[in-house]
Every structure is written in structure tokens, then in C-alpha cells.
């Protein structure tokens, strides 16, 4: 461990001293632990915490013990844990193929090198149908975009650019971008199946690195009824060097569709010329994994039945497959060990101050996030403990990686959570920003997404910066080096003392929101608003 910050730990408790506040804080110590727990749990023995695994296993009952020592009682069905079915896929590349037809000509596709083939339940063995170019592929009725009215699409594979129109807002194209919405979209229109194509502006990874893990099993919960692209026969996604085979012959090339994207203007819609015709081998396994719950009752007899749900995932993604050479192990440190161990220390504090809330508080370390969100969906749909649930401070991959002078939060101006995290952040002196790049769709990609889509409100963060700044320069860094590598492991320079900040303003927020007089309300005008149903859980 790199800790940079011993200076600024200090400065920040002079501040808090300074400003008249009672610091028992000791941002330093707190940490270490905080830092012991991230130890643990991105340790190379468990594996890189895949669904399924023993290491996941092991993190499991790591963090069941650390809640009974912070006097958590158990939430789950089996003691502290919930058991959420899951089913395993397993592409078998070697007996797959994707073909394209045009004209009586055959060109094959090389998998991992052009595309990237997809598995889910509903694949097909064989498919052999005509593809249609339908632009962002969405379908936005608030907005009046229908992406999927012309060319018909019934029987064909819809191939779509990911992204979406410039003058649609953040929230409504990052909702229907998702794979549900956009799949229910598609399916509504007759498709029986989808070709991603990406945009090289907005790839978060090259190539290379999306392609090298394709290999690893996909999942989805054993549930159907909470699966997702049920009728999806078949799903790919294109490199964008070899998007152009796609297009050959085609009125309109890649590059200007390309152009046409970069520049905000309407893209074009038409059959390709050619045909598409694909095998897809694959394996189904069961998989048995758990989420955690741990609850701390409330004591306002009126508002106990009440939950704050404080949630962070606990898997990652395994090991890569033995073809790699070197490490192999994805630690996932800052994915999620620190938001786990961040759960964890903001348990221990509030039994420490022995804090009493009116509202009782979940504790909920889930599985499979990095499959879909798939534990916190299983246990928005099936809660554990039985109420009313009121709202989801979700943690994950904060990135601790320097002081914490401001703090990004998605979902700050959808609900009355972001009031209460601006109110907090005033008193800790940090600056609260809205998320800085809603194209990125960071809302909807963690599992605070699974509560909203329920109706509960919910909020995630990020260490913020300025834009030019050395810390803007750290984090797109790591974004393009560590994010979903092995590299996200142990020995990576991390702002310990930032992060027990953070977890001091979490905990804050958690009891501000667990005894405020009512319950955290959607913003009259915020899009999300739309999920809450009358029969709440
Ligand atoms: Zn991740």
C-alpha cells in the first residue's frame, strides 16, 4: 500500500478542528482499517471473487463476520446470507462461427479479432438472417425517437452504433440504452437479435483489452421471469477496425456514419446487403452464490419497518483464462473490495458512536454485479427482510486515489438524497459535483439501479476533480489502465485516509437519511420518478 496522503489527513482534521467540530476522527487510523479489510479481500487467495467461487465464498464469510462483530443482525435466509441461483454460460468459441453472405460470396468473421460473439438462454445454434442498420437502435417515446420504425425489422439483426443523440438528456438515453430497455425495444419491433457497434470516442477500453475477456462466463439469474433478453437468438459486438466488412456494398460506409455521430447529426437507417449466418455452441451450469444482509433496527416503533439500504458488490471477476500469461488474478481492489470494506467500516462506526437510527439500516453486500447487477436485482425483486424500502447509498469502485476535495455523485438532482449529500458535504468542507460524464450512464451501471428501477431512490459516487487537474489525469489513468485488469490489485497507490473521509461522510448521510421526518422523495421532474409503484416492498 502507497499512502500518499499523511499530510493531507492531517490538514483535513486541522480543518475539522478549526471549524469548531469534535474530531474523535482519525482519518489515518481509520484507513488502516479500512485498508485491512481491501487487503483481505483482493488477496490473491480468493481468486478475484468470481460468482460461484470458493473465493467468492470466502469473501462472503469475511464480511458475514465482520457484520456480526459490528453487531449487525443476520438479514439473510441462511444466517447472513441469501442464496440467489444464478445459471452460468460458457461460449465454446472453437465450435462458434459468424459468416456474413453477400452475393453468393462468403466472408468469415474472426472471432475475438472482428467480433465478439454473445451467449444468453435464448441463443440459437444456427441463425441465418438479413441485418438492418437501425442507427442508436433506441426507442425513446418521451423524447418521440423511434429508431426501429424503418427498415422492418421482423426476423433480421438489428446493428446499432452505441450512443445515442446529443439532444436526448443523460438520464432517459442512458434508461433505454440499458440491455433490458433496449432488447424490450427491439424485441417489440420484431428483431431476433443485435450487433453492437462502437463508437472509438467513447470506448472506456481498446479493443484488445474488451476482446481478451470474452471468454469469461457470462450469467443470469436461474430466475426466468427476472431474465432480461429472453427471445435475444443472437447478440455480437463488432470491432470498430472491421466494422466496415458490415457496410460493404451498403449506401452509407462506417466512417461516415462515424462522422455523422461525432458531429450530432441524424444517422441514416437501411438494409445491409448482406446476410448474416452464425453458429453459437455453449454451456449452461447452475451456479449457487449469495448476497449478504445485515440489519441494524431502527428504533422509531413507527419508522423501523422503514430501510435505508447501504449496498456495495462484493464480487469480481475471477481469473482470466489459463491461455493468459503472468498474473492472471483480477483483485479488484478499487472493483469492489474498497466499497466493501467501506460497508463494513461505516457498520463498525455507527456501533462505535453507538448511533441510533429511526429507520432501520440493510447492510447488503451483493453477488454477480459484474454479470448484470444480478444479486441486488435478486434482492430488490426478493427482499430478505420484509418493509419498506426507502433508499440505496450504493458504493462501488469510488476511487480513492487522492484527497477528497470533491466528491461526484450520480443521481444528485433526481431525489431529495441529493439535498441531504449536498448538506453534508457543505459541513465536511467537500464540494459536491453532478456526474461529469452522463455518457458514460454510471447511474444505471451499478446496482443502486436495481433499487431505482423499484422505485427507490438512490445515489453512487466517485472522487471528483477539476477538469486540467493532476487528479482529473489519475483517474482517466486508471480508468484506461487498471479498470477491469489485473493490475486493480494491491499494488496501486491509494488515499487510505480519503477513503475513511469518505466513509465519514457516508456515514453522515446514512443517518441523516435514516432520521429525517420522511423518506427520500423522487424530484417532481426527475425521469426515475416513473418506477415507483403503489405497492412498494
Ligand atoms: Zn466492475
Not at 464480511?63 to 443482525?73: D, E, K
Not at 452464490?289 to 464480487?315: C, M, Q, Y
Not at 420522511?518 to 409503484?533: G, I, L, M, Q
Request: glycine share 8%; aromatic share 8%.
Amino acid at each position: 500500500v502507497i499512502t500518499k496522503a499523511r499530510g493531507v489527513a492531517a490538514a483535513a482534521a486541522f480543518t475539522l478542528l478549526a471549524a469548531g467540530l469534535s474530531v474523535a476522527e482519525n482519518y489515518e487510523a481509520a484507513g488502516r482499517k479500512w485498508w485491512a479489510h481491501v487487503q483481505f479481500l483482493a488477496g490473491d487467495n480468493l481468486q478475484g471473487r468470481a460468482p460461484g467461487s470458493s473465493g467468492f465464498d470466502l469473501a462472503a464469510d469475511y464480511v458475514a463476520g465482520q457484520f456480526q462483530r459490528a453487531g449487525l443482525r443476520p438479514g439473510g435466509i441462511e444466517n447472513y446470507f441469501q442464496p440467489v441461483k444464478l445459471t452460468q454460460i460458457t461460449l465454446d468459441e472453437s465450435n462458434s462461427s459468424i459468416q456474413l453472405v453477400q452475393s453468393g460470396k462468403t466472408t468469415d468473421v474472426k472471432l475475438g479479432d472482428d467480433a465478439i460473439l454473445g451467449v444468453n438462454p435464448s441463443s440459437s445454434p444456427t441463425i441465418d438472417a438479413p441485418l438492418v442498420f437501425v442507427g442508436y437502435g433506441l426507442s425513446i417515446p418521451e423524447a418521440n425517437w423511434n429508431d426501429l420504425t424503418s427498415p422492418a425489422l421482423k426476423g433480421a439483426i438489428a446493428v446499432y452504433l452505441r450512443g445515442g443523440p446529443s439532444h436526448i438528456s443523460g438520464n432517459l438515453r442512458s434508461h433505454y440504452s440499458s440491455t433490458g430497455e433496449r432488447w424490450k425495444a427491439m424485441k417489440a419491433a420484431g428483431a431476433i437479435g443485435m450487433i453492437a457497434l462502437l463508437n472509438p470516442k467513447d470506448m472506456e477500453m481498446s479493443w484488445q483489452r474488451i476482446s481478451a475477456s470474452r471468454l469469461t462466463p457470462r450469467m443470469v439469474l436461474a430466475d426466468p421471469a427476472l431474465q432480461e433478453t429472453t427471445g435475444e437468438e443472437f447478440t455480437a459486438a463488432w470491432n470498430p477496425d472491421r466494422s466496415q466488412t458490415l457496410f460493404d456494398g451498403a449506401q452509407h460506409n462506417f466512417a461516415e456514419i462515424l462522422a455523422d455521430a461525432n458531429q450530432g447529426k441524424a444517422l441514416p437507417h437501411f438494409a445491409l446487403p448482406a446476410r448474416l449466418n452464425a453458429k453459437t455452441s455453449f454451456k449452461e451450469e447452475p451456479v449457487l452464490s449469495k448476497n449478504v444482509v445485515g440489519i441494524r433496527w431502527g428504533t422509531d416503533p413507527k419508522l423501523s419497518h422503514e430501510f435505508v439500504v447501504l449496498s456495495a458488490h462484493l464480487d469480481h471477476l475471477g481469473e482470466a483464462p489459463v491461455t493468459k500469461a503472468g498474473d492472471r488474478i483480477y483483485n479488484g481492489a478499487m472493483d469492489n473490495a474498497s466499497g466493501i470494506a467501506s460497508l463494513i467500516e461505516i457498520a463498525g462506526e455507527l456501533r462505535h458512536k453507538k448511533v441510533q437510527t429511526k429507520r432501520s439500516l440493510i447492510f447488503l453486500a451483493v453477488t454477480a454485479e459484474e454479470k448484470g447487477e444480478l444479486g441486488s436485482k435478486y434482492y430488490a425483486n426478493h427482499p430478505s427482510v420484509e418493509g419498506r424500502y426507502v433508499a440505496d447509498i450504493n458504493m462501488d469502485m469510488y476511487l480513492p486515489l487522492f484527497p477528497l476535495k470533491y466528491l461526484e455523485v450520480q443521481g444528485l438532482n433526481e431525489s431529495t438524497l441529493g439535498d441531504d449529500i449536498r448538506a453534508v458535504c457543505q459541513a465536511a468542507r467537500v464540494e459536491v459535483q453532478p456526474d461529469q460524464e452522463p455518457n458514460k450512464n454510471l447511474f444505471i451501471r451499478s446496482d443502486q439501479y436495481s433499487f431505482v428501477k423499484e422505485g427507490v431512490p438512490g445515489l453512487a459516487f466517485k472522487f471528483g476533480y477539476l477538469p486540467g487537474s493532476p487528479q482529473e489525469k489519475v483517474s482517466k489513468d486508471w480508468f484506461s489502465q487498471r479498470y477491469h485488469n489485473v493490475t486493480d490489485d494491491l499494488n496501486q497507490p491509494v488515499d487510505a485516509s480519503a477513503a475513511a473521509r469518505f466513509d465519514d461522510i457516508l456515514t453522515t448521510l446514512t443517518i441523516k437519511v435514516a432520521n429525517a421526518p420522511e423518506p427520500p422523495a423522487w424530484k417532481p421532474d426527475s425521469f426515475f420518478r416513473r418506477f415507483v409503484r403503489a405497492s412498494a416492498h
